[in-house]
C-alpha cells in the first residue's frame, strides 16, 4: 500500500474519479477545516459506510459511492487514524486504498493554516 503525497493531495479537485475521506469526527473537522473535495466518514463508522447501498451512500455524501477498484486516500489529524482506515478499507476488498501520512498536520502547515 503506498502513501500518498501532499502534492496528490493538493491535485485532488483535478480528479473526481479519486475520493479523500476524512476519518476524523465531526468535532475536529468543525474546529479546523477540510481539505477540498474531502467527505467525513469518521473512523468508528468507515465500515458500515462503505457496505451502504450505492443510493444509500449518493444520498448522503452527494457522490457516488466508490466501487472496489476506485483510489481512496485517506487522512486524519496525524496520519494513525488514516493507517488503519486504509487498512480497513483495504480488508473490504478496496485495492487501492492509500493513507496520507502526512494528513491534517501537514496539509494546514503547507497552506499556512497554523
Not at 480528479?15 to 468535532?27: A, C, G, Q, S, T
Request: hydrophobic share 30%; charged share 30%.
Amino acid at each position: 500500500m503506498s502513501i500518498a503525497t501532499y502534492e496528490e493531495v493538493l491535485d485532488l479537485p483535478n480528479h473526481p474519479e479519486k475520493l479523500l475521506v476524512d476519518v476524523r469526527n465531526p468535532d475536529e473537522r468543525e474546529k479546523t477545516g477540510k481539505i477540498p473535495t474531502s467527505i467525513n466518514i469518521p473512523l468508528p463508522t468507515l465500515e458500515e459506510t462503505l457496505k451502504l447501498s450505492a443510493d444509500e451512500f449518493k444520498a448522503k455524501f452527494g457522490r457516488d459511492k466508490p466501487e472496489l477498484g476506485t483510489e481512496m486516500i485517506f487522512h486524519c489529524g496525524k496520519g494513525g487514524r488514516a493507517q488503519k482506515a486504509a487498512d480497513a478499507a483495504s480488508a473490504l476488498g478496496f485495492s487501492k486504498a492509500r493513507n496520507y501520512k502526512g494528513s491534517w498536520s501537514e496539509w494546514s502547515t503547507k497552506q499556512g493554516l497554523n
